[in-house]
C-alpha cells in the first residue's frame, strides 16, 4: 500500500497522559498536513510542513500540541497533558509541492478517546 | 482570519433529482477550491476543484462554479444516485506553493430512492 500510513488507528488514554501518532505520506510527496476532526465537522487545520520545514501551526492550537517532521519524511504529532476535549480523529494528508496547491491524500486517521 | 462556511449542513434529496451545495469564503486571497466527499468511516477524498482563473468547472454529473467577486462557489451534482450519498466538504486556499488549506463544516447528503 502505497497511500498516506497513520498510527496508531485507535487510542485510549486517561485524561493527562501523553500521546503520539505517526504519519508515513506518499513517499515522493513533501507537503504534508495535520488535521483534527470531530463528529459531524470538517477537518480542523492545525499544521502543515514543507518537507522538514513547519511552515504554519494554528493559532487555536494550544502549547500541547506539538509536530516534528525531522528528515522531512514521516511525521509526528505529540498532545501532552490530554484533555477530553482532545477526543477527535486526527487526519494526516500531503501532496507534493507543484508548484500551487493540490490534492491531498488522506490518511485513514488516527482516532484519541481521552477518558 | 480565514474561515470558509458551508450550507446547508443537511441536505436531503429524491434520487435522479439535483443537489447544491453552497461554500462562502473570507480570505479574498483565495484562488484554488477544491471539495471532497467523505463516505461513512472513510478518508475524504477530492472529488473535484477550480481554481481563480474560471468560473465553471464540470466533470461529469458533478460541477463547480465560482464568484470570486461575491466569494462564494457551489458544488452542484445532477442525476443524482444512491452512491452519492456522503458527507461533503468545501474547502479554499490561497494556492501558491506554500498554503494551507480551510475546509467548511461539511454537507450530509443523502439520496432518498
Known amino acids: 500500500d502505497t497511500g498516506v500510513s497513520q498510527n496508531p488507528r485507535h487510542k485510549i488514554t486517561k485524561r493527562g497522559q501523553n500521546v503520539t501518532f505517526r504519519c508515513d505520506p506518499i513517499s515522493e510527496h513533501n507537503r504534508l498536513y495535520w488535521y483534527r476532526q470531530t463528529l459531524g465537522q470538517g477537518p480542523e487545520f492545525l499544521t502543515y510542513?514543507?518537507?522538514?520545514?513547519?511552515?504554519?501551526k494554528s493559532r487555536l492550537l494550544s502549547d500541547r500540541f506539538s509536530a516534528e517532521r525531522p528528515k522531512g519524511s514521516f511525521s509526528t504529532l505529540e498532545i501532552q497533558r490530554t484533555e477530553q476535549g482532545d477526543s477527535a480523529m486526527y487526519l494526516c494528508?500531503?501532496?507534493?509541492?507543484?508548484?500551487?496547491?493540490?490534492?491531498?491524500?488522506f490518511g485513514e486517521g488516527s482516532r484519541l478517546t481521552v477518558l | 482570519g480565514e474561515n470558509v462556511e458551508q450550507h446547508p449542513s443537511t441536505l436531503s434529496v429524491q434520487e435522479g433529482d439535483s443537489a447544491v451545495i453552497k461554500c462562502t469564503y473570507s480570505?479574498?486571497?483565495?484562488?484554488?477550491f477544491p471539495w471532497y466527499k467523505q463516505e461513512l468511516g472513510k478518508r475524504p477524498q477530492l472529488i473535484i476543484d477550480?481554481?481563480?482563473?474560471?468560473g465553471e468547472k464540470k466533470d461529469q454529473r458533478i460541477a463547480v462554479t465560482l464568484n470570486k467577486t461575491a466569494k462564494h462557489f457551489s458544488l452542484h451534482i445532477t442525476e443524482t444516485q444512491p452512491e452519492d450519498s456522503a458527507v461533503y466538504f468545501c474547502?479554499?486556499?490561497?494556492?501558491?506553493?506554500?498554503?494551507?488549506?480551510?475546509f467548511g463544516s461539511g454537507t450530509r447528503l443523502s439520496i432518498r430512492p
Open positions: 477550480i481554481r481563480s482563473n474560471v
Open positions: 480570505d479574498s486571497a483565495s484562488n484554488y
Open positions: 510542513f514543507q518537507n522538514e520545514a513547519q511552515l504554519e
Open positions: 474547502a479554499a486556499s490561497r494556492g501558491s506553493s506554500a498554503s494551507k488549506i480551510i
Open positions: 494528508a500531503s501532496t507534493k509541492d507543484s508548484g500551487y496547491t493540490g490534492e491531498l491524500f
